[in-house]
């Protein structure tokens, strides 16, 4: 997002907007892998590997199918997408997403393998692996960036590709490892994986809800997207920042949570309810106290980041006044809101947390989004 923000402030929201549906679509896939995950940790739980193998196997193929399926849909509805949710942004910023929207796209199917086979190897109680992977990818993406951008100079679609060259990357070298290294379940030729129809249904029993609420409430955050792009360019460029900040924040709280649904599922698995209930009270409790720690940390590094983007006097200062809200309020209510959700997943019960997320988030994030910015114009601190 820096990088980009060099190129200019119509490329940076372009890009913003672009990665809000982006995300939509990856918190589809998580969820579908954290379905199989959490299918293959309850196998590995009553030590069953043929049983984790198969259903491995079927989060392979529902996730490749799933993503081909809907790559070909916003392949063709593109324009059509982007008009529909981003439609009264200025006519730069929307050539730009354009431009990104068009290349990142043919990254889906294979974001969509990568996090099942992470999956796969965490519900083996393996998360090193899939972290090397990520973190040396993410690397070549930078490096990527900056050779398209500022040497090559494409643009955004410069910055589109070098996401999509890399999670290729990623994707490849993950398959290569899950087929030649013993984990405790074994995959076999990737060609001669067949679906299985009862397993498919156990893994989205649990994936298609979770993937609802996880893109319910990305979809909520696209609809206040659209109310952003109203605010103007000044707005969209500073909310860019802060949703790359404030998602950063998540993560480490977020992995805990991703640690809990194999630590639950195994417990589940192999029938020891009370130390599955044990370990989603104290995994929360870190996960607060992580938190705590990561906001204020991100906070501190806010204005150096303003700096480093560019942003004038004005972006900076409301940029740094709705960080610090968040800062404020998000270590006493995100643990509780997300990390307990995992446990409750890892014993199949998803129903309750999409209930609650669906309700939550059409009432109070795009309720009260649309009242306090399209109604009484409270503007980026109103959302």
């Not at 990088?3 to 990856?26: F, Q, Y």
């Amino acid at each position: 997002t820096m990088m980009v923000t060099r190129v200019g402030s119509a490329a940076v929201s372009g890009v913003a907007l672009v990665d809000s549906i982006n995300k939509l679509v990856l918190f589809l896939f998580t969820a579908i892998s954290t379905g199989g995950c959490i299918i293959c940790a309850q196998f590995l739980g009553r030590r069953d590997t043929r049983g984790a193998s198969e259903a491995a196997g079927q989060v392979l193929l529902s996730s490749a199918a799933i993503s081909i399926f809907l790559t070909g849909i916003c392949l063709a509805l593109r324009t059509q997408i982007l008009t529909l949710v981003f439609g009264s942004v200025e006519p730069a910023v929307m050539e730009a997403a354009m431009d990104y929207f068009l290349v990142t796209i043919f990254s889906f199917p294979v974001t969509a393998v990568f996090n099942a086979c992470a999956a796969i190897y965490r519900a083996a109680g393996n998360s090193r692996l899939p972290m090397i992977i990520s973190a040396s990818c993410n690397l070549l993406n930078i490096a990527g960036n900056y050779l398209l951008l500022f040497v090559i100079h494409m643009g955004v679609a410069g910055a589109g590709l070098a996401t999509t060259v890399s999670m290729a990357l990623a994707c490849m070298i993950i398959m290569i490892c899950l087929q030649r290294q013993d984990i405790g379940l074994q995959i076999g030729n990737y060609l001669k994986l067949r679906p299985n129809l009862p397993v498919i249904v156990r893994v989205l029993k649990i994936g298609i809800p979770t993937g609802v609420e996880n893109s319910m409430f990305q979809f909520g955050k696209l609809v206040v997207q659209s109310t952003v792009a109203t605010l103007g360019t000044m707005a969209i460029a500073s909310n860019a920042i802060i949703t790359s900040l404030e998602f950063f924040s998540s993560m480490p709280s977020q992995a805990v949570g991703i640690g809990l649904v194999t630590v639950a599922g195994q417990c589940i698995g192999a029938g020891r309810t009370d130390e599955a209930e044990y370990y989603i009270r104290k995994l929360t409790r870190w996960a607060a106290a992580i938190l705590v720690a990561v906001v204020w940390a991100i906070y501190a590094i806010s204005l150096p980041v303003c700096h480093l983007a560019g942003f004038d006097e004005e972006t900076m200062r409301l940029t740094m006044q709705v960080m610090l809200v968040i800062s404020i309020v998000k270590p006493f209510l995100w643990p509780v809101a997300f990390t307990p959700q995992n446990g409750m997943r890892a014993a199949g019960d998803v129903n309750f947390s999409m209930i609650t997320a669906v309700i939550s988030m059409w009432v109070f994030r795009v309720g009260l989004t649309t009242v306090l910015c399209r109604f009484l114009g409270v503007g980026l601190v109103g959302i």
